[in-house]
């Protein structure tokens, strides 16, 4: 019962700190983005991209809290 | 590919100037360069520029023309967007500055314009006078009333929801005056607003005004009506408003209809006035660039190899040896500065447009749009595989290549939309995936294996398939920098490679609990201790950077998890609802949001790996974009 319980929480902890330092960091990429479009509209789509390059670090919490639970 | 460029030098007597020009325009094939950046033209002592003082007014007067011009057809695209792509008529060689041209354009410029500026601003006004009305407009049949007894008067009021304590503060003063012969009623709220009616006898007006209003002032905080609606009765104001709101709604529905009549009648006009101010524009801008001699003129640029050719034939011709061309072949030392084009094959050439988001890949360099051909649909299908959906994506790509015939940027992303749709066809198949579980439900087996289950599975086949794609990055970048001599660094991106396989192979050995020995070690050890050998000790950093990469491909997995579980939540809502209408409705709307996420997030993610992990290893970027001297 006592590892099921540990298991759960090691999963839970790896994709929520990582969603977390996710949101926090697309948060400030957004707010930047917003900034940058205002002046050139042309970069709408790298600036996409690059909200989506934090993304690594909650699917990669994502792949370790598998291994966690399938382990 | 990317087309081999020849650097170019026209050169002729200067009378010859202007028909130069004319038929490198006419040829447009020439991206001329300032000659201010040619090594050649600078060192030889010639002056730079041949725009003369009338040239620049000229270029004064072209410019600002040609942004009005611009301006008016956009305003005219929104109003009618059929008028988009109209067609300018060829506009010969009319003299595009003349005065009576000028004004006439300018005046259209300018009746098109103040429509839309009219338009606009009545549209605005119509945002705020209707978030007035939704606030007071439960209070107008009470303000009627109110009016035709004579006896009570009233006034309205907007505070902020953020300051309850000036709601007290009113109903304290009032209550002090009134002793409770008073109401205060609300009315509906907005972005953060709400409104009160306050009600009190006639009588009481002035005593209310002195010692209710006129103490509060500061203290309170209300949002004012705009002085322009401001009437002596709360009552008139609101019919003020109410008025003042339709008028404005006619008022933007007859600037819309005269916008559109606008484009009914000038879109030809514009588009041909545009077609040759930007020539006018074009011209005198490269005249900037050209050098000269007291006698010629010289032009600099550069050329696609193949086109030179029919450009010199066509200058021989017309100016009968008059005009000279030299040609030659780039240096290595001038790859930097040489105008990249790329070239593909009609499949291929749709995917140019994933790489417009970054500068062109460095002349001599390698143009990646074939491998993202291969890979970005393969990624995308691998995400979210699923053969209902991919009928979707057909539809909708038959679709808007219908409704845009011939516009090649929807031409280009139907094609795109088409690869993506066979992909997702296809790993919908092997997964067994049809709308979710429905193919499931009807009894048979998924033919590879079912992701959702078989997690692990789906993500060794991930990683395997990012260490494919990395290596190939690898290989295309050691081949090239071993065509350009760089043995050393072509050596390491071929070690990476050999790494990546190594580990690879470690982590194979393990998953399949097969048993490992030290000697296995060496598949990554031997090809990192020859990075190390050549590159430093540094190169042990890259380990990680080399792990992180592969793993990233792992949303490849996580995303195509993400996109079965909600599908499958949608026909839950079916199967529990029963069939009723109402869980046929809610599996519908979740299925279309999938749809929707399942159209973006893959295509970013695919992207993503491309931009960041694959072009990591070979792609290197700066050079402008070919650009040649040529109408719009």
């Given at each position: 019962m006592t590892e099921v319980c540990f298991r759960y929480l090691g999963a839970s902890i790896a994709v929520g700190l990582g969603a977390l330092a996710t949101a926090y960091v697309q948060g400030k990429i957004g707010a930047a983005a917003v900034g940058a479009l205002i002046e050139r509209r042309e970069l709408t789509g790298l600036m996409i991209l690059l909200l989506a390059i934090p993304e690594t670090m909650v699917i990669l919490g994502f792949v370790v809290a598998i291994m966690i639970l399938l382990g | 590919m990317i087309v081999p460029m020849e650097r170019l030098l026209v050169a002729g007597p200067n009378t010859f100037v202007n028909p130069a020009l004319k038929l490198l325009h006419d040829a447009g094939t020439l991206h001329v360069t300032n000659s201010r950046e040619d090594p050649f033209l600078t060192a030889s002592g010639l002056a730079t520029g041949m725009l003369g003082v009338e040239d620049e007014e000229l270029l004064g007067l072209a410019e600002p023309l040609l942004f009005e011009v611009k301006s008016a057809l956009a305003h005219l695209a929104l109003a009618h967007?059929?008028?988009?792509e109209l067609i300018a008529i060829e506009?010969?060689?009319?003299?595009?500055?003349s005065d009576d041209f000028r004004e006439h354009i300018g005046a259209i410029c300018g009746e098109v314009s103040g429509a839309a500026a009219l338009k606009r601003r009545l549209e605005e006004e119509l945002k705020h006078l209707g978030i007035y009305r939704r606030m007071f407009e439960e209070f107008k049949p009470l303000v009627d009333m109110a009016v035709s007894m004579r006896t009570v008067e009233l006034s309205g009021f907007i505070f902020h929801?953020?300051?309850?304590e000036a709601e007290a503060a009113l109903e304290n003063a009032l209550s002090a005056v009134t002793g409770g012969g008073h109401a205060i009623l609300h009315g509906g709220s907005e972005e953060g607003f709400t409104a009160l009616l306050l009600v009190f006898p006639l009588a009481m007006r002035n005593r209310i005004q002195n010692e209710v209003f006129t103490r509060l002032t500061g203290r309170i905080h209300t949002i004012n009506i705009p002085a322009e609606y401001e009437r002596a009765t709360f009552a008139d104001t609101l019919t003020a408003l109410f008025e003042r709101e339709t008028l404005a709604e006619a008022g933007a529905e007859q600037a819309a209809l005269q916008l559109r009549e606008y484009a009914v009648r000038y879109s030809a006009l514009l588009k041909t006035a545009e077609k040759g101010l930007d020539w006018t524009v074009k011209r005198l801008r490269v005249r900037n660039f050209l050098a000269r001699s007291g006698r010629t003129f010289w032009i600099s640029g550069w050329i696609p190899r193949g086109s030179r050719e029919e450009l010199e034939a066509r200058i021989l011709r017309e100016f009968d040896g008059a005009v000279l061309v030299l040609a030659a072949e780039p240096l290595p030392d001038e790859y930097p500065e040489v105008p990249v084009l790329l070239r593909n094959g009609r499949w291929a050439k749709p995917f140019e447009r994933l790489l417009q988001?970054?500068?062109?890949?460095?002349?001599?360099?390698?143009?990646?749009t074939v491998m993202m051909m291969v890979f970005f649909p393969l990624f995308f299908g691998l995400i979210l595989g699923d053969v209902g959906y991919a009928f979707i994506m057909f539809a909708m790509a038959l679709f808007f290549r219908m409704r845009r015939t011939g516009v090649p940027l929807w031409n280009d992303i139907t094609t795109i939309i088409i690869f993506c749709a066979i992909s997702s066809l296809s790993f919908g198949i092997l997964y067994g995936e049809f709308f979710g579980k429905l193919w499931n439900q009807m009894g048979m087996p998924p033919p590879l294996f079912d992701r959702k289950h078989e997690i692990m599975v789906t993500e060794v086949a991930v990683l395997a398939l990012g260490g494919l794609h990395l290596t190939v990055g690898n290989l295309v970048g050691g081949v090239t920098l071993a065509a350009k001599r760089y043995y050393r660094l072509a050596a390491m991106n071929f070690l990476d490679a050999a790494t990546i396989w190594g580990i690879a192979y470690v982590a194979f050995l393990a998953i399949a609990q097969r048993p490992l020995g030290w000697a296995h070690a060496g598949f990554v050890v031997t090809p990192l201790s020859l990075k190390v050998v050549a590159g430093?000790?540094?190169?042990?950093?890259e380990i990680p950077k080399l792990v992180s990469n592969i793993l990233s491909y792992s949303r490849l997995m996580a995303l195509g998890l993400a996109s079965i579980m909600l599908a499958d939540v949608a026909d839950d809502f079916y199967t529990m609802s029963g069939g009723v209408l109402w869980g046929i409705a809610a599996a519908l709307a979740l299925h279309l949001v999938n749809f929707a996420l399942g159209m973006l997030s893959p295509a970013i993610q695919s992207l993503r790996l491309h931009y960041?992990?694959?072009?990591?290893?070979f792609y290197k970027m700066g050079n402008r974009r070919y650009e040649p001297f040529r109408s719009m």
């Open positions: - | 967007p059929a008028h988009r506009p010969g060689n009319k003299d595009w500055l929801e953020k300051a309850p988001f970054f500068p062109p890949p460095v002349y001599g360099s390698v143009d990646p430093g000790l540094k190169e042990i950093l960041v992990e694959f072009f990591n290893q």
